[in-house]
């Protein structure tokens, strides 16, 4: 097993990785306080792991099970979290236990954060998406009508528990959505990461646990340092957001409905690369190379074919980085080094993404 910790004062914790992780006890024991504990998770994520993680504990936890999909991530659901845990008394020193991918990670760590004011929460990530990030560095939230993830908080996990076991019973989609977040980390920070994922990218796909356990660790490691030096996105934690801006344009603009959120920040990448190549800060080869990186995860590297510029722009007007109407874009200084930025000639946007429209 591996283990990295988030450093964050009395807020640190540790992520532990590796192979069979939901079965061992201690693990998870040591970090419950001698109260109730609740295990959140959706009849997907239920029927294949829970039987493993019951066993687990000493006295039979509240199990609750919420509805699968990103269109449950919502107020409603909370309440419904709420509820059990009021009507079987939980109180201020009790865990919850998020078992299942960001979905269920995200909604469990805000319950946690509002519940009797905050309670302790558990991460169990079982996706790859959620085991590079979403169980990492405290970000909560569920999605109002007008917006994603617009109504949340910061609130830290007390352990993340990633069990790359779970990733076997894993869709081909979602891992892969799954590796352009890893991918994500090489582009901002590390560009021998991104050499040896481009040598690698066969033994991801095919689950090889010492090449998956390693993309995970490298990635966490990579978060945990980003977030234990700004936790609450005032400046450098933004460059996670690479790809995301050009991505969420096309997940708004598809309705979430034709790709999921990795492959659209997949397509962003790509994008976010081209445009630097655009605007001269990173050569031809590095953008083809990355494109291809990204490609070789088994992802899509176009945006939808009826996506103008003005529907571009218009959307991504509607980014929570957007400042003043001027789009703020991570951009690639190099391979391995990314920055915020809305210093470029918004004519040179409009224009690449005429040209990405017409192609
Ligand atoms: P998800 O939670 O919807 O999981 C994808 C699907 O896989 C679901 O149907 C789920 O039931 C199923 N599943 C989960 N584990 C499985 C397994 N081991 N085997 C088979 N099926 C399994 O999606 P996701 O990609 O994990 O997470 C996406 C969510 O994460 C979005 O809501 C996004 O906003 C959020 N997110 C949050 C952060 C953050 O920092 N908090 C970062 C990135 C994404
Ligand atoms: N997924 C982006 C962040 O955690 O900041």
Redesign the pocket.
Request: glycine share 22%; net charge negative; hydrophobic share 25%.
């Given at each position: 097993m591996e283990s990295i910790n988030v450093e964050l004062g009395q807020r640190s914790y540790p992520i532990y990785i590796g192979e069979n992780l939901l079965e061992q006890a201690t693990l998870l024991n040591k970090h419950i306080k001698n109260s109730k504990c609740a295990v959140i998770t959706?009849?997907?994520?239920k029927e294949?792991?829970w039987s493993s993680l019951e066993k687990v504990f000493d006295e039979p936890p509240l199990l609750i099970t919420l509805e699968?999909?990103?269109q449950h991530?919502n107020l409603d659901t909370l309440n419904i979290i709420f509820t059990q845990l009021l009507e079987n008394f939980f109180d201020r020193k009790s865990t919850l236990i998020a078992l299942?991918?960001?979905?269920?990670?995200?909604m469990t760590?805000f319950a946690a954060a509002c519940y009797q004011r905050g309670i302790d929460f558990i991460q169990i990530?079982?996706?790859?998406?959620?085991q590079v990030?979403?169980?990492?560095?405290?970000?909560?939230?569920v999605?109002h009508p007008l917006g994603?993830?617009m109504v949340?908080a910061f609130h830290q996990p007390i352990a993340v528990i990633s069990d790359t076991s779970?990733?076997?019973?894993?869709?081909s989609r979602?891992l892969s959505?799954?590796l352009a977040?890893v991918i994500k980390y090489g582009f901002i920070n590390d560009i021998d990461f991104l050499h040896w994922l481009e040598k690698n990218m066969p033994d991801l796909l095919s689950l090889d646990n010492k090449a998956m356990t390693y993309a995970i660790k490298k990635s966490c490691e990579i978060k945990a340092d980003i977030v234990a030096r700004d936790e609450t996105e005032q400046s450098v934690r933004a460059l996670?957001n690479l790809g995301h801006t050009f991505g969420h344009a096309i997940e708004t603009f598809t309705e979430y409905k034709t790709y999921?959120?990795?492959e659209c920040v997949g397509i962003g990448m790509v994008m976010a690369a081209e445009f630097s190549h655009r605007l001269n800060l990173i050569s031809k080869s590095d953008c083809e190379l990355s494109k291809k990186i990204i490609a070789s995860a088994n992802l899509p590297t176009q945006p939808p074919a009826d996506m103008s510029k003005d529907i571009f722009i218009e959307l991504m007007m509607r980014d929570k980085k957007t400042l003043n109407n001027n789009i703020r874009l991570v951009l690639l200084e190099k391979l391995g080094g990314a920055f915020v930025s809305s210093d470029y000639d918004p004519d040179i946007l409009a224009n690449y993404l005429d040209q990405v429209h017409q192609r």
């Open positions: 959706n009849p997907t994520v294949l792991y699968d999909g990103e991530k299942g991918g960001g979905v269920i990670g995200d760590g990530p079982t996706t790859l998406l959620s990030d979403s169980s990492v560095g405290g970000k909560t939230a999605n994603k993830n949340g779970s990733l076997k019973t894993l869709p979602e959505a799954g977040e996670l999921l959120h990795g």
